[in-house]
């Protein structure tokens, strides 16, 4: 269980296909405080140390988590956000956040607002009924507020605001048009669709 609030930002150090794909990733987190099997967001995916060093630690990446993610993610030198687990007492600053992905959004737009940058993403259509406007959202292991929504044709578009902080503590200061991020819907908003489904059959 994670927060969206983004503590460093690692960067791959190595990817090795084992079967799974295993990575090396760069961080500046104290790592003797860090147990084998813990779990840390990586972009907003939870995934588990096997293995770690000093600045460093391993993770496995399934084929199932790479056919689902965002792929840039996985690649020698990409930067990922990091987050590690939530634990019983820390304030939560974000949202719940279960690193589990739902779909990948693609980047349509960024533009100036103020000293913030708001971006308009794309997503399926699918995760529509589950985003509302001043809702969170999860890009990228990131906590933000949806400020609008527009449904068309097979995707559904919605923005969000980068502040400045986030723009310096994350990846997310220097998004691109095309760009893909990794989405969490709002998990409540998860399981009243499901509920709801569910009463209509």
């Known amino acids: 269980m994670f927060t969206g609030i983004v503590t460093d930002i690692g960067t791959v150090r190595s990817a090795e296909q084992r079967g799974d794909l295993r990575l090396v990733i760069g961080t500046s987190y104290d790592m ?12 907003g995916v939870c995934l588990t140390v096997v ?23 996985w690649r020698e030198g990409a930067k990922l956000n990091l987050e590690r687990a939530l634990r019983l007492g820390d304030e939560l600053g974000g949202h719940i956040v279960t690193g589990h992905v739902d779909a990948v959004a693609k980047v349509v737009e960024t533009r100036r607002d103020g000293n913030s940058t708001q971006v308009e993403l794309r997503i399926p ?9 001043k809702g969170s959202i999860t890009l990228d292991g990131v906590s933000l507020t949806v400020n609008e929504v527009r449904d068309s044709g ?5 923005t ?42």
Not at 33 to 42: F, P, Q, T, Y
């Open 32 to 43: 003797a405080r860090v147990d084998l099997g813990a779990s840390i967001s990586c972009s």
């Open 160 to 201: 969000v605001n980068i502040i400045p902080h986030t723009a310096q503590h994350t990846t997310l200061g220097d998004l691109r048009s095309g760009q893909q991020l990794n989405v969490e819907i709002d998990v409540l908003a998860r399981y009243l669709d499901r509920m709801l489904a569910a009463r209509s059959q």
């Open 51 to 73: 293995d770690k060093g000093d600045d460093w630690f391993a993770v496995d990446v399934s084929g199932e988590t790479i056919s689902k993610t965002a792929g840039d993610h």
């Open 154 to 158: 097979t995707d559904t578009a919605f």
């Open 125 to 133: 259509n699918v995760l529509a009924p589950m985003i509302a406007p």
